[in-house]
């Protein structure tokens, strides 16, 4: 039986975010509702000449343990959770000279907040609410009587409400805002709980909690039929102060799409493995550009230089603040986000008479080094492992053929295995100079993949008047091993003059082997780069 609009008439108010909390309460008082409140908001409630009774003098007994007790308490708990339409529950109040509470206003002690700025053990432990949780379950549960607010943003909600309905407040309201107040409770212990995880080094603890919060409705989703959200979450804490599209700021154009969402986090995630100025062009989950320079525009120049057909349309990520000339070059093309750490005034300048373009500004640069997980939905679970942060040096590499790289090729092909870790498998990533030449991206077959790359890299060579394909003394990076030697042999007859992957397939010997032949030299990892 559906319940009906409830009258209130008594409120417990119990808040450690006191946003609107004055104004709101006297609207109460105005209204005759009898306010109950605790320790520190009962004081603001004073302080502001709103008259409140302290729970204490309900209880009989005054807060203590620090605060750590005074709502816990069978006056509080019962007055909450008494079935209106039960006359034993009822019968049992009187008994005990216990009134209904018709009115819960409760929010927690910001424990994900100081836990995300790095606070100690003891502070973090301080900061998880009890008594809140309680009272919020308890007037959640009983949402047939009882409106739980948890959410300052919901104060003018709950007025109107009591202002059209003479002071009552009709089902439909109590119910959404009970699935809000058990929602947020969720997503509090997942911080908790998550927290505890990292602080005992565990990865994959056996229950996950995995809480969001809907930051944004999305026009559509991957396709203009499919509803989509953006909800910002933490795994951990350290995953919550991550810079990055979750996090940035928006300073520019309409809003993001579910796909500009993803390709905006791919790219910026990309330009942060390197040190030096570096720009990447992403489409589609995979760039189609990457290089660095000495400035961003030249690293921008040379990034563009290896697909600028696939760059029409694309995602720009930078790993510094964006300069005027940087923001010159790019204004020239359709792009449809930007983002990087800053962006100087001239640059946005340059950027704002492109109105449909999307600035993303983050405020810093994710390390690629830090821990953390990724997860994907699978059907009925979800898939979670620890984010790639496997970052090789030249003492990581294993030359395997009788030629040497020199150096100048270890240090392209130390680039270029940097790159083939954020390219959709089968990858496969020619570089030269600290830049990409040619990119293959999401084959099924490996050699297939170096094909693609090498004859796209050589049509657009040939449009841009090159007298040699641009994988010509270019270095090749496999993110998993050749199975068998025709990879390779796709990759010499392109040009390719070092090679760097794996290693570990049972064919190693004889793709060595066509390497030596060619006068090419490979080197080996041990790290497979694997992304799908």
Same mark, same amino acid.
């Given at each position: ?130 008594? *809140?949780?309680? %009272?919020? #379950? !308890?007037? =959640?549960?009983?949402?047939? +009587?009882? &409106?739980?607010?948890? /959410?300052? $943003? ?15 407040? *009709?089902?439909? %309201?109590? #119910? !959404?805002? =009970?699935?809000?107040?058990? +929602?947020? &409770?969720?997503?509090? /212990?997942? $911080? ?341």
């Amino acid at each position: 039986m559906e319940a009906s609009p409830q009258k209130i008439c008594r409120a417990l108010i119990s808040v450690s975010d006191k946003t609107g909390l004055a104004p709101f309460a006297a609207a109460l008082a105005t209204r005759g509702v009898e306010l109950i409140s605790t320790g520190g908001t009962a004081q603001a409630l004073t302080a502001a000449g709103i008259p409140v009774t302290e729970v204490a003098a309900l209880t009989g007994m005054p807060e203590f343990l620090d605060g750590r007790v005074k709502t816990l308490h069978p006056v509080i708990h019962a007055g909450l959770l008494a079935r209106r339409d039960r006359p034993d529950h009822l019968a049992a109040l009187n008994e005990r000279s216990i009134g209904t509470i018709d009115l819960l206003v409760c929010n927690l002690y910001p424990f994900a907040e100081t836990a995300a700025r790095g606070a100690s053990r003891d502070q973090c432990i301080e900061q998880i609410d009890i008594g *809140g949780v309680a %009272l919020i #379950r !308890a007037a =959640a549960k009983n949402f047939d +009587a009882v &409106t739980v607010i948890i /959410d300052p $943003a919901d104060y003018d909600r709950v007025i109107a409400e009591l202002a059209n309905a003479d002071g009552m407040v *009709g089902t439909p %309201l109590r #119910r !959404a805002l =009970a699935q809000r107040a058990y +929602a947020m &409770t969720a997503a509090y /212990d997942a $911080a908790i709980a998550a927290w505890l995880g990292c602080e005992a080094g565990e990865v994959l603890p056996e229950r996950m909690a995995i809480a969001g919060q809907l930051a944004e409705r999305l026009r559509y989703g991957e396709n203009p039929h499919q509803q989509a959200g953006f909800y910002r979450l933490a795994l951990t804490p350290t995953d919550a102060a991550r810079p990055g599209v979750a996090t940035a700021r928006q300073v520019q154009g309409r809003e993001l799409s579910y796909n500009n969402y993803s390709d905006a986090d791919a790219a910026f995630e990309l330009v942060a493995e390197f040190a030096a100025p570096a720009v990447a062009i992403v489409k589609h989950a995979n760039p189609c550009g990457v290089a660095t320079g000495n400035t961003l525009r030249e690293a921008w120049d040379k990034a563009l230089a290896c697909d600028p057909v696939s760059a029409f349309g694309g995602i720009v990520a930078a790993n510094r603040a964006l300069d005027v000339a940087a923001a010159e070059a790019i204004a020239r093309r359709l792009i449809e986000v930007v983002i990087a750490p800053d962006l100087d005034p001239e640059a946005a300048a340059r950027l704002a008479p492109r109105t449909a373009l999307r600035v993303l500004v983050t405020g810093a640069v994710p390390d690629p080094g830090a821990a953390g997980v990724v997860f994907r939905s699978i059907a009925g679970g979800i898939l979670v492992q620890e984010r790639d942060r496997a970052a090789l040096g030249a003492d990581a590499l294993r030359v395997v053929t009788r030629r040497q790289p020199s150096e100048g090729e270890i240090a392209d092909l130390l680039f270029a295995d940097r790159v083939v870790k954020h390219v959709k498998s089968n990858a496969i990533v020619f570089a030269r100079n600290a830049a990409t030449v040619g990119i293959g991206a999401g084959q099924m077959s490996r050699v297939d993949s170096v094909r693609i790359a090498a004859e796209k890299a050589a049509e657009i060579g040939r449009a841009a008047g090159a007298s040699a394909p641009p994988t010509q003394g270019a270095v090749l990076a496999s993110d998993a091993f050749f199975p068998f030697a025709d990879g390779l042999e796709a990759a010499i007859a392109a040009g390719a003059t070092a090679v760097i992957q794996p290693g570990g397939s049972v064919r190693d010997a004889e793709v060595i082997a066509a390497a030596d032949a060619a006068g090419l030299a490979m080197v080996f990892t041990g790290v497979r780069r694997f992304r799908h």
